[in-house]
């Protein structure tokens, strides 16, 4: 299974919880230390509009003595929609190179329209409500409106 899957493909048909048993969680990487990510940040939690844009911001902190490349997943789920929505996506990312002891902030500019899912209809949709925005173990929730 992908990690872009739907939160009730996660089950197993003894209706428990064991049927999504990954290893490790998709995008998981081992480096010397952990990259802190201090703080993440939305600019607005409502988007208007089809050309709307979601701007985030995280800051990463390398508390190790040895250089670091961390990966920063950016992981969008739409809360309600017409069919079943995905779980959580992976709808932008970058790889960042962090000295010892070194901050860095990262942003993070994507268009609502890759936000769209394939309709009943077979046709990509957009509609609107509320979305939530993952990064480690931050949630943002937004709200989008035509």
């Known amino acids: 299974m992908t990690y872009d899957h739907k939160w009730t493909e996660r089950l197993d048909p003894q209706f428990g919880m ?11 990487g081992q480096g010397f230390w952990p990259v802190r990510y201090e703080e993440v940040r939305l600019r607005d939690t409502l988007l208007r509009g089809v050309d709307a844009v979601l701007h985030l911001e995280v800051t990463l902190r390398n508390p190790g003595p040895q250089r670091q490349r961390e990966t920063v997943l ?4 739409d809360s309600v929609a017409s069919v079943t929505p995905s779980f959580r996506r992976l709808r932008d990312f970058r790889s960042v190179d962090l000295g010892p002891g070194e901050i860095q902030k990262v942003r993070f ?14 046709r990509d949709v957009l509609e609107k409500g509320w979305f939530n925005a993952s990064i ?8 989008w409106e035509p």
């Not at 950016?74 to 789920?77: A, R």
């Not at 936000?115 to 209809?121: I, K, M």
């Open 18 to 28: 064991d049927a999504f048993k990954p290893a490790f969680a998709f995008g998981a």
């Open 74 to 77: 950016v992981m969008v789920g």
């Open 109 to 122: 500019a994507i268009p609502v329209k890759e936000f769209c899912f394939v309709g009943l209809d077979m």
């Open 136 to 143: 480690q173990q931050f949630n943002l929730p937004f709200r």
